[in-house]
């Protein structure tokens, strides 16, 4: 009997492997890698910035499975090829998201990264406390993700708006939509968090025309993809004083290369690429379920229309 096989097309070792020994424990389905004997039976890739060529390699491959929340990393050709692609949707890294975002907003509304660069000048400076509910914060892409984290932070207190293509009902937060409503958006910012998908539409979003779009003062946090942002605008709105802070989390280029000017532009704050991720054992599960439904003709769950 042949079991549904899915090929690891993953471009992370450590990732790779995790997944390898996680999908392994499985009794009814197969997993393999690119140079195993048997990856040309596999139906299915699980992908994480797979190699381009995949299709002509293993031109059995029928479904395209992305091993995180975004599928961008598939890249064009790939989400282009017209088979049919599913990404991981997961509780625990929307919950993941909130706390970092969270922890950005914080540093804005209660200046603790204020505190932080003071304290290497040993300079005691107290600023004024304002309350959650003055501080103007807006989510661009309101989805599995950006919904969540919405939310959360309308909870606690923020004065929330959101702005998405379509038009969103979430407790708590003012919704903007389609890009006739971006600049109302952006006027009514002070701490903006991008967690759009990248694609042809939201490519270089976060550019000098946006940043010149919020008040003077605000931040922002992008949390989406470094493909979002033109990253020489960013530093030219915060060298000549118009953006406060912005807290990065994604690059063009991961890891960020050790001479890259953000690491020391004064305003910036940099994680790598560390906000949320789906632990191995989840993303595992979903794989599993979703190969045995194609190979069932039953519909993919979290499939994705790519754009
Ligand atoms: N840094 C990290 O560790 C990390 C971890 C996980 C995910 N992420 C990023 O977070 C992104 C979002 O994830 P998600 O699961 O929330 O995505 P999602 O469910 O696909 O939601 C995308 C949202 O963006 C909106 N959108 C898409 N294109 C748009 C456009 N041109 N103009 C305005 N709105 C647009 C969609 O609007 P409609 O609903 O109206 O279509 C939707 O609300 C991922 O793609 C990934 O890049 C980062």
């Not at 807006?138 to 919904?147: A, F, Q, R, S, Y």
Request: hydrophobic residues 45%.
């Amino acid at each position: 009997m042949m079991f549904p096989t899915i090929l690891l097309a993953i471009d992370d070792a450590e990732l790779s492997s995790e997944l390898l020994s996680e999908l392994s424990a499985f009794d009814d389905i197969k997993v393999c890698l690119p140079d195993d004997a048997d990856a040309n039976n596999a139906h299915m890739a699980a992908c994480w910035h797979p190699d381009q060529a995949l299709l002509t390699t293993f031109p059995n491959i029928q479904c395209l499975h992305s091993a995180a929340a975004g599928v961008d990393h598939l890249g064009k050709p790939l989400l282009k090829s017209g088979l049919p692609v599913a990404r991981i949707v997961d509780p625990d890294q929307k919950q993941g998201m909130l706390e970092y975002v969270l922890w950005c907003v914080l540093n804005h509304h209660r200046d603790f990264d204020r505190a932080l660069s003071h304290q290497s000048q040993q300079r005691w400076h107290l600023y004024p406390q304002v309350s959650a509910s003055a501080v103007r914060v807006g989510v661009m892409g309101l989805g599995e993700i950006g919904g969540y984290v919405a939310l959360g932070l309308a909870q606690f207190g923020y004065r929330l708006a959101g702005w998405s293509r379509s038009p969103k009902s979430i407790d708590g937060v003012d919704i903007f939509a389609g890009q006739s409503e971006l600049v109302p958006f952006l006027e009514r910012t002070d701490v903006l968090i991008n967690l759009l998908p990248l694609n042809e539409s939201t490519q270089g979003i976060l550019n000098q025309s946006l940043f010149k779009t919020l008040p003077k003062g605000a931040s922002i946090i992008n949390a989406g993809r470094g493909g979002h942002l033109i990253e020489s605008d960013l530093i030219d709105a915060l060298k000549e004083g118009w953006l406060r802070r912005a807290i990065l989390d994604v690059f063009t280029s991961e890891p960020l290369p050790v001479d890259h000017p953000l690491w020391t532009t004064e305003g910036v704050i940099v994680t790598p690429h560390m906000a949320s991720s789906s632990a191995a054992n989840v993303i595992a599960k979903q794989l599993r379920e979703n190969v045995l439904r194609f190979n069932n003709g039953e519909p993919l769950l979290n499939k994705v229309e790519p754009f």
